[in-house]
């Protein structure tokens, strides 16, 4: 008894630092894509971030079908064999997945760069081209990290997503600002948006291999240790590298295919928007530069949210799955909705400090941006808040119900959003004709109706009931409070600044004086709207902390 719990607090070790890493990731993403948006920008346009951005939606689905399942069919597949003390097997697996992404990852480069022509736009092909080879390089780090897994050390991936991040931001910079200038050195000035988006693409390879170089120094400093386990290894039954490639494939195809119908939302968005709007009569430009918009801008931003909500998904995975094993439904919901909460309290203040700072925010991140292009960004995260709080709930229940075993649910709800989103994306983009806008608005429909699939089997399965005051009504009303004080706010440090200094620097002093401002008024405003007690503060992470702070600034009584 001792011992399983002991490996559930390992699990949970290990699964935080791998969330702690994706947000860390997530975070140096969007800090090194602000200066690259604006780099991408320089010539006063948003085509090169366009480019970027069709390429980068393309290489990422291509990749989560090639390799994105192959770290957790390797670990699955591996970790029954170390369980079992079969290290020659465990071997055996490790050249065989190695064989498998030679062959798959060969196979998807050669698509992307061959294929590029008919998958974006005439001027991303370049970009598309140059991520090609990190398609089949990326498999090779898929099982490193899958091997590493496999022994319940998620370390070594979470390092190696933020060395990739690291390396990224660096190369994707200078190799955008190179190939920019030696363009317009080249006489070639009317391809400078497409070389700079081929460049910063080319941070996207580098990383990989960094990644790479350090996932086979750390397997080789680690080699001699499983060749002495293979060395005393008695297991008569050697597995052959077609029943490898069987397993890998039993396990992966689900993954993928999983994977595949959750992120073609995303790449469909882009390849009816474009179709549509060229047969329309727009130019390529004019797309690319709405696209460059919503996915390098509004998305970057959105994306922070978002990526939190995943990580507490992950975190109440092995809670609810626990819980659930032994038939207590009470402690299940106990966990989702403590869940779903601290979902509500990152989502929905975010959700409104973009609805109501968002011109500001883009003013002083996007500096490069004409007028018309900053209000079209302020109006996508206006119009997109919507999508960030029902993104956090869908991400909730989806580990919910991966929790409790219904994995299939979650495809079958997502298979559904996605031919309705497809339906609905159609009449807004040719009818209604609100171009960029319609894909906020096909995404929060998309959300819609995977969050009332989802709770319902969620509410079906648990009998789980939405607790609706301190989830929504709190973060709510401490958000609108928060909305008014930072409005207000702004409108009066950015008036006083004027009087001294520039526009600009009067708008990131307003900025930031308001959101940090904002941050406490939310803070304090949803302690004693909700009654939050310090058993409640504590459930969340950094919970103690969250209650010290509380009790000092008197928000919280003592016990």
Known sequence: ??????????????????????????????????????????????????????????????????????????????????????????????????????????AAAIFAYVCAPYLVTENAVLSLRVLAPTIFLSGFLSVYRGYFQAYGNMVPTSISQVVEQIFNAIVSIAAALVLMQWAVAAGRESEVDKFGAAGSTLGTGIAVVAGLIYMILLFHSEKKELNDRIRIDKTEQILSYKEVIQLLLMIATPIIL????????????????????KAMGYGSHVIDGQYGLYSRMYLVLANVPIAMSAAVASAVIPGVSSAFAVGNKMECNRKITQSMQLTMI???????????????????????????????????????????????????????????????????????????????????????????????????????????????????????????????????????????????????????????VGERLSNGIAVLIAVAVAAFTYFAVMIKAGGYTEEMLEAFPKGRLLAKVAKKLHLLKNK
């Open 1 to 106: 008894m001792a011992k399983k719990k002991k490996l559930r607090k390992n699990f949970a070790l290990q699964a935080t630092i791998l969330a702690a890493a994706s947000i860390i990731s997530k975070l140096i993403g969007m800090i090194y894509n602000i200066p690259l948006a604006n780099i991408l920008s320089t010539r006063g346009n948003g085509y090169g971030n366009g480019y970027y951005g069709a390429a980068q939606t393309w290489y990422y689905y291509i990749l989560v079908i090639a390799t994105f399942s192959i770290p957790a069919a390797v670990s699955k597949i591996m970790a029954e064999r170390i369980e079992k003390g079969e290290y020659r097997n465990v071997k055996r697996i490790f050249n065989g997945a190695m064989i498998y992404v030679l062959v798959v990852g060969l």
């Open 258 to 277: 999983s994977s595949a119908i959750y992120n073609a939302n995303v790449m469909l968005d882009m390849t009816i928007f474009q179709k549509m709007t």
């Open 346 to 500: 990152m989502t929905i203040p975010c959700a409104v400090g973009f609805a109501v700072l968002g011109r500001p925010i883009v003013q002083l991140l996007y500096y490069k941006l004409s007028v018309e292009e900053t209000h079209i960004v302020s109006m996508l995260l206006l119009l997109g808040g919507i999508s960030i709080v029902l993104n956090g709930i869908s991400s909730v229940l989806n580990g919910v119900l991966q929790g409790i075993g219904k994995v299939k649910v979650p495809v079958i709800s997502a298979g559904v959003a996605l031919v309705l989103h497809v339906l609905f994306l159609i009449p807004m983009i040719g009818i209604f004709k609100i171009g960029i806008y319609s894909m906020i608005f096909a995404t929060a429909f998309y959300a819609i109706i995977v969050v009332i699939m989802n709770y319902h089997y969620v509410k079906k399965e648990l009998n789980y009931k939405m607790e609706w005051k301190q989830t929504f009504g709190v973060p709510v009303l401490s958000a609108a409070v928060m909305g008014v004080e930072a409005v207000l706010l702004y409108m009066l440090v950015y008036r006083i600044c004027g009087m001294a």
